[in-house]
């Protein structure tokens, strides 16, 4: 099946981003045997710019959309984090090819303003909406007959290939990072802090706060192949904005996939509306409920490996064979061609449409 897929392949980062969601998404789909084209809407915006600014190129880069789409014939369209891409090219698209279906998937939180109006401009154009987040919030980010689905983060064994369970001395006993920006809350940060000082046997490599500069491309990589524990902790405030437990259900950042899907023993904060533990086991994810609770569990398991690294095993396994780019791009496609399941997926497959 020819597939448009249409999101940031970040080739301005040379290299230094390849592992992103878009990409995992897009792997998943070639490996089903798609014949896919990634038009990197920002990228294109570059090219088609006077000087390389993405913002002169807004214009070329929604025109050459439109010739991809001549040329190419493709019978379904993922558009992704496609910011360049206007609602009137969309519009457009639907127009003269109404018989294509046209979904969009995003990763970002529900409760971003910037996010929320990006999925509202778009949710009477596109067929439907994926997004990871969970639960009846979707409906606000749906259309009448458009609905919108819960998707997991993917793993991608191509790029999430350690085995960081298997791991006698890794490197690192806890890795945690942030990107030094002033909207990494901290909560985040103080948790981190808080292992680091209470529990100073436990080799702690932190970056991207306290004083640390962020971590990225193939060190990033690197680490995360490397150590033996981690925290998944998602910002539950963005741009001034708080989320509902409605927005927070089942969210999570990419991270959880990057950190089960190396094998990684993963730490998951309930006390805290996301409710990940409606979607993985305690066999599967350490889970703690408070900052005193997480330094008992950290020092637990460090000190028992053989019982962290088997759940860390599990959460790996479970990662791969359930969520799994593959499965989950599976999943995008049976939505938007209406066909029947094509596995029994192990999460919630409800379409939400507004009330």
Known sequence: MRILFVD????????????????????????????????????????????????????GANRYLMEVMESFHPEVIVLGHATVITTQTLKAIKEKYPHIPLVQFNVDALFSPTNARLLQANKEIVDATFITTGGSALKTIAAKSRPAY???NPTDRAIHDGRCFELDKPQHDMIFFAHNNPWDEQLRVELALHI??????VNCFFRGFDGQPSIRGFDFCEAMRNAYMSLNISRSYVDGSQGTPEQLYLYSSERIAQLMGNGILTFCYTNDGFRLNDLYSEDEVVFFES??????????????????????????????????????????????????FSHDYDWPTEGYVPD
């Open 150 to 152: 819960f998707i997991p």
């Open 196 to 201: 680091r000082e209470a529990v100073p046997e």
């Open 291 to 340: 900052s005193d609770e997480l330094v008992e569990k950290v020092r637990y398991y460090n000190e028992h490996r053989e019982e962290g690294k088997t759940i860390a095993y599990n959460g790996w396994k479970r990662a791969h064979q359930s969520f799994s780019s593959d499965k989950v791009a599976d999943f995008v496609l049976d939505v938007a061609l209406n066909r029947p």
């Open 8 to 59: 940031n392949a970040n080739q301005k980062f040379l290299g230094a981003r390849t592992f992103g969601t878009d990409t995992r998404l897009y792997y998943g789909l070639v490996r089903n045997g798609h014949d896919v084209v990634f038009f990197s809407d920002r990228d294109q915006a570059r090219l088609n710019a006077i000087v390389p600014s993405r913002k002169l190129g807004v214009k």
